[in-house]
């Protein structure tokens, strides 16, 4: 294995599972993730097999899927799942109904200054929601929000002014506390104001989009776009705690909703395939939104990404490999224009380019590229790049990637059985070129 290459493997589990029936599941079999091994040679990272720690999860997927969503008892008891970082440690709480539990935000909440942060189009439905949860009991609370313009094109550095002008304007100091709320570029516009103003305060993810809930609220990933490549300016900067309310997805839009399915799909293809094979059986019943599909593939989706996080906050090697797709699906969006297409579209479309290389370079057989290919389709989602997409803007926006170290771009692709994947820069630039000459314009 070449010094540059970090390579993941997926233990086979059982052949059998559960499929999605009369919304009740049994719980999945064990998942296996990779950790270090003591073994490894000189300037190479080895990876080896082990389970995910079942003590991060403090409610098992049987509870999660045999109970119904919408009952006392699901608000009174959520699906837990925690992001393992010692003395930052923080919990992901996933149910329906949960903004009407207030006691779960309140016990995160630091001091007696809050500002929510929020968009244009989250506020109407969900400000006064949350900022009752913050206060109902609470009167020593005083809550302030600033209504941030929707849209991928705003996260940058204008409208992240807003943030910083109103907590100024407001006085908080440094024991208040940031709530986002809304999707991921609220989510990574709040934490990166919450980690510069007064150089850091406390701040909470309340996530409303599908894309957010399985991705981007955990993690601790931050930032700003910038008008040659996106999340160039930024911070690590993990939240106090995650609020997963599934009853926010009932106001998504249709397209939003396949756009996060992305991202789901990305887990079971690079270390889960369990996890594909059941998205295989249950894509349609996501797309209807029902509840119980939907808390299972949150819930195993962030199993997945805590995991990973608890291993490589800083993305050193392992947490990059959660970028399956992104290098070309960023050169999407910062070449179309941010916004254009939505992340998860743009990520599904470099999904299936980092596929094609992946088997082009003889490391997947086929009936990986067809299978991608058929899940992407079922799920609403685009298998191609705008056709404005040149192999020159793919190249000079890749350039500036966040994962080129050297001059070298390293790359996620997939190498074995489903499941499996490798982070280098070790691989045919031939490839590189005959997919992005497959997929663009020359």
């Known amino acids: 294995m070449a010094a540059n290459t970090i390579s993941l493997s997926n233990v086979a589990a059982s052949k059998n599972l559960n499929s999605f029936q009369s919304r009740a599941f049994i719980a999945p079999p064990t998942i296996f993730f990779p950790v270090a091994s003591a073994k490894s040679k000189p300037g190479e990272l080895s990876l080896s097999s082990t389970t995910l720690s079942r003590s991060r999860v403090r409610a098992g997927a049987s509870q999660l899927m045999n109970e119904p969503l919408n009952d006392q008892r699901s608000i009174s008891s959520p699906t837990v799942v925690e992001v393992d970082l010692g003395?930052?440690?923080?919990?992901?709480?996933?149910?329906?109904?949960?903004?009407?539990?207030?006691?779960?935000?309140?016990?995160?909440?630091?001091?007696?200054?809050?500002?929510?942060?929020?968009?244009?189009?989250?506020?109407?439905?969900?400000?006064?929601?949350?900022?009752?949860?913050?206060?109902?009991?609470?009167?020593?609370?005083?809550v302030e929000s600033v209504i941030l313009p929707d849209g991928e094109?705003?996260?940058?550095?204008?409208?992240?002014?807003?943030?910083?002008?109103?907590?100024?304007?407001?006085?908080?100091?440094?024991?208040?506390?940031?709530?986002?709320?809304?999707?991921?570029?609220?989510?990574?516009?709040?934490?990166?104001?919450?980690?510069?103003?007064?150089?850091?305060?406390?701040?909470?993810?309340?996530?409303?989009?599908?894309?957010?809930?399985?991705?981007?609220?955990?993690?601790?990933?931050?930032?700003?776009?910038?008008?040659?490549?996106?999340?160039?300016?930024?911070?690590?900067?993990?939240?106090?705690?995650?609020?997963?309310?599934?009853?926010?997805?009932?106001?998504?839009?249709?397209?939003?909703?396949?756009?996060?399915?992305?991202?789901?799909?990305?887990?079971?293809?690079?270390?889960?395939?369990?996890?594909?094979?059941?998205?295989?059986?249950?894509?349609?019943?996501?797309?209807?939104?029902?509840?119980?599909?939907?808390?299972?593939?949150?819930?195993?989706?962030?199993?997945?990404?805590?995991?990973?996080?608890?291993q490589d906050e800083k993305e050193s090697g392992l947490r990059a490999t959660l970028n399956l797709g992104h290098t070309f699906g960023h050169a999407i969006e910062t070449g179309f224009g941010y916004g254009e297409w939505l992340h998860g579209e743009a990520v599904a479309a470099g999904t299936v380019m980092a596929v094609d290389m992946s088997y082009r370079l003889g490391w997947i057989d086929e009936s990986i590229v067809k299978r991608v290919n058929k899940i992407l389709v079922r799920a609403k989602l685009p298998t191609t790049p705008p056709e404005s997409m040149t192999v020159s803007m793919f190249k000079s926006i890749m350039a500036v990637d966040k994962k080129v170290a050297d001059g070298l771009l390293r790359l996620i692709l997939l190498k074995g059985p489903l499941g499996n994947c490798v982070f280098t820069g070790d691989y045919d630039r031939e490839a590189l070129d005959a997919t992005l000459r497959a997929f663009s314009k020359s």
Request: contains cysteine; aromatic residues 8%.
């Open 87 to 142: 003395d930052r440690s923080y919990p992901i709480y996933i149910g329906a109904g949960l903004l009407d539990h207030s006691e779960l935000l309140q016990r995160h909440v630091h001091g007696k200054r809050v500002l929510v942060v929020t968009n244009d189009r989250v506020a109407p439905l969900y400000l006064d929601k949350t900022i009752d949860a913050l206060t109902r009991g609470n009167p020593n609370v005083t």
């Open 153 to 310: 094109k705003y996260k940058d550095m204008d409208t992240l002014m807003k943030v910083f002008d109103k907590a100024i304007e407001s006085r908080l100091d440094r024991r208040c506390t940031f709530v986002a709320l809304g999707g991921g570029v609220i989510g990574d516009m709040c934490g990166y104001a919450a980690a510069s103003y007064l150089r850091g305060v406390n701040f909470i993810q309340i996530p409303t989009t599908v894309m957010a809930q399985v991705d981007s609220s955990v993690g601790g990933k931050t930032g700003i776009n910038h008008r040659l490549g996106k999340n160039l300016i930024g911070a690590f900067y993990q939240p106090q705690c995650v609020l997963v309310d599934t009853d926010t997805l009932n106001t998504l839009p249709d397209r939003e909703m396949a756009s996060g399915l992305a991202e789901v799909i990305k887990y079971g293809l690079i270390r889960d395939a369990e996890f594909f094979e059941w998205q295989e059986k249950n894509i349609e019943a996501l797309l209807a939104r029902d509840p119980a599909a939907l808390a299972f593939a949150i819930k195993r989706s962030c199993e997945n990404k805590a995991d990973v996080v608890s």
